[in-house]
């Protein structure tokens, strides 16, 4: 599938921005941020309550680091849909499970998510919301795509206390779009679209401020 070819909205270019350079990163991306990568994913899959029959949703699978490490921590489902728009990131996803039945790949822009109203039991965000423009959108839709009674597991930078210094310094130094939220910010999203928190943290991880949020939707 194109990621952008079966859409018919004009994406922004920010989207356009951040996808391209993923792509330009994908060849040294798991090795230039092996550690945080490591942790992160660590922390979300410790996160997970996980039966047979869920099926999930990976927003931006990036290059497959959250599937790998859900299957390696033996967490049961029974679909799990990788989606990305970054292309050359997905492919190392694509060519990480080419054996998979169980694992299939989209590529849409979040912000646009053509899948049909309760199509998951869960979806995963992970290092990527900060990276989408017209966030309570992208909410609507996670919320619309969730099953009642669904989750949505949210990990991402945690735009508060010093690490707003750092957050400032990176949108100088990127082409990406970068939009990151406190904790407080993204309980308010996740209430403006009918989700219930059930469960949030944050952190310091090195230099980075970190949140994540599991929520419920109503």
């Known amino acids: 599938m194109s990621a952008y070819g079966c859409f018919t909205e004009k994406l922004p270019g920010g989207t356009i921005n951040t996808a391209n350079s993923y792509n330009r990163q ?25 039966a047979g029959d869920d099926i999930i949703l990976d927003a931006s699978c990036g290059t497959g680091l959250f599937a790998r490490y859900l299957i390696k921590a033996s967490l049961p489902f029974e679909k799990l849909v990788l989606n990305d728009i970054a292309a050359d990131m997905q492919q190392k996803a694509i060519t ?9 790949f989209t590529a849409q822009p979040v912000q646009q998510l053509l899948f049909e109203p309760r199509s998951f039991t869960n979806i995963v965000c992970l290092n990527a919301f900060h990276n989408y423009p017209d966030q309570p959108r992208v909410m609507d839709h996670f919320q619309r795509i969730l099953q009642p009674g669904g989750h949505l597991y949210l990990l991402d930078w945690n735009n508060s206390g010093a690490f707003r210094l750092v957050n400032w310094i990176i949108k100088q130094t990127t082409t990406e779009h970068i939009d990151s939220c406190s904790l407080h910010e993204i309980k308010q999203l996740c209430s403006d679209s009918g989700f219930h928190v059930t469960s949030e943290k944050e952190w310091y991880f090195r230099y980075w401020k970190l949140l994540f949020v599991k929520a419920q939707r109503l």
Do not use: S
């Open 26 to 50: 994908a060849e040294q991306y798991e090795a230039r941020w092996q550690k945080y990568l490591k942790h992160t994913h660590r922390q979300l899959v410790n996160e997970l309550r996980l």
């Open 96 to 104: 990480r499970f080419k054996d998979r039945l169980d694992i299939v």
